[in-house]
Structures are given as C-alpha cells and as structure tokens.
C-alpha cells in the first residue's frame, strides 16, 4: 500500500502554509492518516539545518554551493528518515516546499547551473518524487503586502529584494506551465474559494474510485 505525497510551492506569503493545513485538516476529518512537513526542515537534524539556513540575524555570508548543499541535505534526511518511510506506509504525506523551491531559489534566481541543481536534486531525492504540487500564485506586490503586515523579523532569504522575488515568481510560472504534477491557484482568491478548489482538485486526482 503506498501513499500519496503532496508539496506546496509559491513565492512567500502566496498562502501555502496556510492552505496545507486546511487541506490536512479536511483529510484527517474524513479518517486519513496525514503527516505535515516542512522544507528546510522536518527532521530534528533538519530544523538545525534550516536554523543554519534562514537565521538572517547572525550575518553569515553563504556560498551559493555551501547553501544549495545545506538545502539538500537537509532534503537527504527529510526523505530517508521521514517522507519515503511515511509514503510506504500508506500514509498522505504534505510538505511546505521541496525540490521545486531549490530549482527556482537556487536555480533561476540565484543562477546555479540547471543540470548541476537537477544532480543534486536527484541525489536527495532518491526517486521520491511528489505525486501533486499546490501552487498558489500570487503577484510579488501582493507577497510584500503581506509580508509587510506579519510581525517580526524577515529572514536571510526574505532579506532579497524585489528582482530577486519576481524570478521566483516566473522560475514557478515557468515549472508549472504544462506540468501536470502541478495544480495553479488564484492565491489571491479568499481562503475558502483556494481550499474547495484545492481540495476538488486533490479528490479528482486521488479519490476517483
Ligand atoms: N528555500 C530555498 O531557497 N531553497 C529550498 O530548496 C527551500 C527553501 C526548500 C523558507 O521560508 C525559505 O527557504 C524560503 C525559500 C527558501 N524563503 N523565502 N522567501 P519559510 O518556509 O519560512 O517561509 P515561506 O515558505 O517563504 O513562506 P511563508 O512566509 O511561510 O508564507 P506562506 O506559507 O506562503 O503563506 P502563509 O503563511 O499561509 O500566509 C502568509 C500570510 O498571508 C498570512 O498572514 C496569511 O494569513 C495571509 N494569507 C494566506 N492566504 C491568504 C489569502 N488567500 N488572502 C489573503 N491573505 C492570505
């Protein structure tokens, strides 16, 4: 019995977060056993990984190898330790960004070589490939919108400016255009409109039988 294996992806603030926990919530209501991750991270190695990652307070200055193969460790231990063994298990497995995020961060906008992000992204990967990708898109004014509006400090990555966010917006228009494993959304769409067409979307492709 194998299980299904979902990601979210999107420029920040575009509501991921938020849509993978109401997704989790509709499922677990209707007796599924979920599981709900995150990237970088999901692992007690990997939240050290991403603390080393995202910490925009201490300065440190990243090589881009040095931070695309942090990301990808933390993705090694991700698979082997959580995701792959929760799939196998039969369980719906939902993750807050993945392989996808190293293609258009690491890739498009921070300009790492395509086949060089596609080799180590293989090598975290293992074959474990998602099933669906939900990606709720949003426009870059909208996402410093709302960033704007959260409380706190942004992180190392956040710190980029606008240029930077409007490359990763094309870098997932750009994955998402003819790829069927992806699933666009209107993101600025309220939050209930985006959950019943995601969650449409996700019974269409899983639930059909
Ligand atoms: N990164 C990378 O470079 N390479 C990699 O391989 C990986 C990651 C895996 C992780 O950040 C950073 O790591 C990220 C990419 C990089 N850096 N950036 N930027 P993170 O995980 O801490 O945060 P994030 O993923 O960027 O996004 P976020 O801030 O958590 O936002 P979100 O999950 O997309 O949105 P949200 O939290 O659901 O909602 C944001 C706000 O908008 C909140 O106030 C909501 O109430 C509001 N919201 C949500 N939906 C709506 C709608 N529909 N209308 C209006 N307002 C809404």
């Given at each position: 019995?194998?299980?299904?294996?979902?990601?979210?992806?999107?420029?920040?603030?575009?509501?991921?977060?938020?849509?993978?926990?109401?997704?989790?919530?509709?499922?677990?209501?209707s007796g599924?056993?979920?599981?709900?991750?995150?990237?970088?991270?999901?692992?007690?190695?990997?939240?050290?990984?991403?603390?080393?990652?995202?910490?925009?307070?201490?300065?440190?200055?990243?090589?881009?190898?040095?931070?695309?193969?942090?990301?990808?460790?933390?993705?090694?231990?991700h698979?082997?330790?959580?995701?792959?063994?929760?799939?196998?298990?039969g369980?719906?497995?939902?993750?807050?960004?993945?392989?996808?995020?190293?293609?258009?961060?690491?890739?498009?906008?921070?300009?790492?070589?395509?086949?060089?992000?596609?080799?180590l992204n293989?090598?975290?990967?293992?074959?474990?490939?998602?099933?669906?990708?939900?990606?709720?898109?949003?426009?870059?004014?909208?996402?410093?919108?709302?960033?704007?509006?959260?409380?706190?400090?942004?992180?190392?990555?956040?710190?980029?400016?606008?240029?930077?966010?409007?490359?990763?917006?094309?870098?997932?228009?750009?994955?998402?255009?003819?790829?069927?494993?992806?699933?666009?959304?209107?993101?600025?769409?309220?939050?209930?409109?985006?959950?019943?067409?995601?969650?449409?979307?996700?019974?269409?492709?899983?639930f059909?039988?």
């Amino acid at each position: 019995m194998s299980g299904i294996f979902v990601t979210f992806e999107g420029i920040e603030g575009c509501g991921k977060s938020t849509q993978l926990n109401m997704l989790a919530n509709w499922l677990r209501a209707s007796g599924k056993d979920v599981i709900v991750t995150r990237e970088p991270g999901g692992t007690e190695l990997g939240e050290k990984i991403r603390n080393l990652l995202l910490d925009g307070n201490k300065g440190d200055v990243f090589s881009i190898r040095t931070e695309i193969l942090l990301f990808e460790a933390s993705r090694a231990q991700h698979v082997d330790e959580k995701i792959s063994p929760a799939i196998k298990s039969g369980k719906i497995v939902l993750c807050d960004r993945f392989s996808d995020s190293t293609v258009v961060y690491q890739g498009v906008a921070r300009a790492v070589d395509p086949h060089t992000v596609q080799f180590l992204n293989e090598f975290a990967l293992c074959g474990c490939i998602p099933d669906m990708t939900i990606f709720p898109n949003i426009s870059v004014a909208e996402s410093f919108r709302r960033i704007a509006l959260e409380d706190g400090s942004r992180d190392r990555i956040e710190q980029e400016d606008e240029s930077f966010f409007e490359k990763i917006r094309n870098g997932y228009l750009g994955l998402a255009k003819g790829n069927a494993r992806f699933f666009m959304v209107d993101g600025t769409d309220n939050e209930e409109i985006i959950h019943g067409k995601i969650r449409n979307e996700f019974a269409e492709r899983f639930f059909k039988n």
